[in-house]
């Protein structure tokens, strides 16, 4: 990604990230419960600690999956490598997003999340390497936009309050 990257910010960037047809497609994407899961899950960890996905580079979240998935122990599973470094290290932003990659492609080998999961070249789908890279880097676009999204609808709930309008009471 150049240095001038951004990631996708309205719901037609997200569409675009993702190769889906049409805008409905997106929106039916970030309302998939297995996303509305793993971000409630992220923004509970990241948000409130104050961490955000814009100090976050893919590259840096996907050489940590890779030695995960070298280095794993005898009988554990990438999942859970990056479950315990959650656990143990939870101010680290690093392992969090890595579990949210993991979470979505989850979803995405499931019936309902196949349909979002469009590979760059379709030919090259039998490459799982390079396949899964492609899907990690949307991903990545995803949190980055639903957290660009969280913090929209939170400022303006704050804003509603100190203008004295409808807020969260």
Sequence with gaps: MSANYQMPKTIEELQRVFRLRSRSDAEALIKEDAVKEAASLYFNRCLSAGSTVLQLDW????EYLDEKDVSCREGWS??????????????DIKP???MFIIQILDFFVSEEGKVYDIPLDPEDVHCHKHHILDASLRIIDLLGFLVTQSRKTEKEAKRKVQEGGDGWF
Excluded at 59 to 62: A, S
Aim: net charge negative; aromatic share 4%.
């Design 78 to 91: 990438v999942r859970r490598e990056v479950e315990e470094d959650c656990r143990n290290d939870p101010y």
């Design 59 to 62: 590259r840096d979240v996907q």
């Design 96 to 98: 969090h997003a890595a």
